[in-house]
């Protein structure tokens, strides 16, 4: 009797699962559509202009479909200097980016816990130049660090800078950039780890003889990694392909142009159009060996 039942029931369940997942496949379509137009067929197009060839006897911009490896190899070795200097650029603002926001995401997540009103004052000061263009940020800082600006004769008079320094246009401009613009994507994902740290776990390594030092290295870096993770990410990439910072208009110069400068002349200047998508691919296939590297190293490979 209880077999009848079992064997009646089931085919009863099985209609319902196949509704359950048209349902579901249904509501994927949408989004899957939007990745598929936005997304993959970008980066198709991309990869094939990359392999493009110039028209033989045709204008200035005007290419053929190809396969030509050399676009690749000639990008590498005109634009080598870019390249190294861009994830050299990104590497120093990440890590500069991440020494100034623990101790600031640390104050506001753990410190001021017991204190929301001033916790959410804090986190609104960090997400405060959110507000503001991300242009406009930076041609604030370019004003401020220009020759004639109140900000550099102060240190040329303190003689903190010799007279005929500049700091616009140096690697020194386009980093401190690149740290200021991106440091709220550090504190951020920093900010949310730490915010849901047990502080009782440091309360019982002090109470097993831990220094602050030691207590900090074994408990508040290991459970905080997720965030460490989250934010040089968020940070890293961004400013690896950023154009804007070391950009002549900004806060740059030609001998600080980075991958995004190379790719936006090449693109809208000089019109190799093969050459700014090798480019582009070259920039994203670094990064994901880059990330992938980093994530399986730092144990975190569930956030990928």
Do not use: C
């Not at 110039?54 to 870019?82: H, K, L, M, R, S």
């Amino acid at each position: 009797m209880a077999l009848a039942a079992f064997t009646t029931a089931a085919p009863a369940q099985e209609p319902a699962q196949r509704r359950k997942s048209g349902i579901a496949l249904v509501l994927l379509l949408p989004g899957v559509l939007y990745l598929v137009l936005f997304f993959l067929t970008p980066l198709v197009s991309l990869i094939i202009t990359s392999f493009q060839a110039p028209v033989e006897g045709g204008d200035i911009g005007q290419y053929q479909a190809a396969f030509q490896w050399q676009n690749y190899t000639d990008a590498v070795a005109e634009y080598w200097p870019q390249i190294i200097r861009s994830f050299g650029y990104a590497l120093i603002a990440t890590v500069a980016a991440l020494l100034i926001s623990y101790p600031l995401a640390y104050f506001i997540g753990v410190k001021v816990r017991r204190f929301p009103l001033v916790q959410n004052l804090l986190m609104t000061l960090v997400i405060a130049p959110f507000f503001i263009s991300f242009l406009l940020r930076t041609l604030a800082w370019k004003q401020l660090l220009s020759d004639d600006s109140w900000f550099t004769s102060s240190l040329k008079a303190l003689s903190i800078l010799p007279p005929d320094a500049h700091l616009t246009g140096t690697p020194f401009s386009v980093i401190f950039g690149l740290t200021y613009n991106f440091i709220p994507f550090m504190t951020l994902p920093l900010y949310s780890t730490l915010e849901r740290l047990d502080t009782r776990l440091l309360e019982a390594g002090s109470d097993l003889y831990a220094g602050a030092f030691t207590t900090f290295r074994k408990i508040t870096i290991p459970l905080s990694m997720p965030g460490i993770v989250s934010g040089t990410l968020l940070t890293f990439i961004p400013a690896a392909g950023d154009y804007i910072n070391a950009s002549q208009d900004f806060l740059g110069s030609a001998d600080t142009s980075m991958m995004g400068n190379v790719i936006e002349s090449n693109f809208l200047v000089l019109q190799n159009y093969p050459a700014a998508a090798a480019m582009s691919v070259i920039l994203m296939a670094v990064i994901l060996v880059i990330v992938g590297f980093y994530v399986k190293r730092s144990g975190t490979e569930d956030l990928l």
